[in-house]
Nanobody
Framework: QLQLVESGGGLVQPGGSLRLSCAAS????????IGWFRQAPGKEREGVSC????????NYADSVKGRFTISRDNAKNTVYLQMNSLKPGDTAVYYC????????????????????WGRGTQVTVSS
């Protein structure tokens, strides 16, 4: 079982920034495309961003394009999500997940493509 641990969440004011980290334990992260998802209270889980195994391909939900940046440091076995210009609507629990898919490009932002999930980190954007 792959273990993923998210960190970096917290309370931030609108317009602020946070960087989330997704660290892998017990396996080599660079074998997997990694995605970030979020779920707000009363809402369905939403795909936020994904990065391919090599890091050469990424995709983003329209709601975060231009504000969020996904990256990976395979030497540190970690994937990051830099979140800038945060809005109250970004408030959610953020999860990272590893994909079973072996395609070279970033995996579609659909939970069906991911089969190993972290426990999440809370992000709250409020004044």
């Amino acid at each position: 079982q792959l273990q993923l641990v998210e960190s970096g969440g917290g309370l931030v004011q609108p317009g602020g920034s946070l960087r989330l980290s997704c660290a892998a334990s017990g396996f080599t992260l660079d074998y997997y495309a990694i995605g970030w998802f979020r779920q707000a209270p009363g809402k369905e889980r939403e795909g936020v961003s994904c990065i391919s195994r090599s890091g050469g391909s990424t995709n983003y939900a329209d709601s975060v394009k231009g504000r969020f940046t996904i990256s990976r440091d395979n030497a540190k076995n970690t994937v990051y999500l830099q979140m800038n210009s945060l809005k109250p609507g970004d408030t959610a629990v953020y999860y990272c997940a590893a994909s079973w898919a072996t395609m070279p490009q970033a995996v579609p932002l659909d939970a069906l493509y991911f089969n190993s999930w972290g426990r999440g980190t809370q992000v709250t954007v409020s004044s």
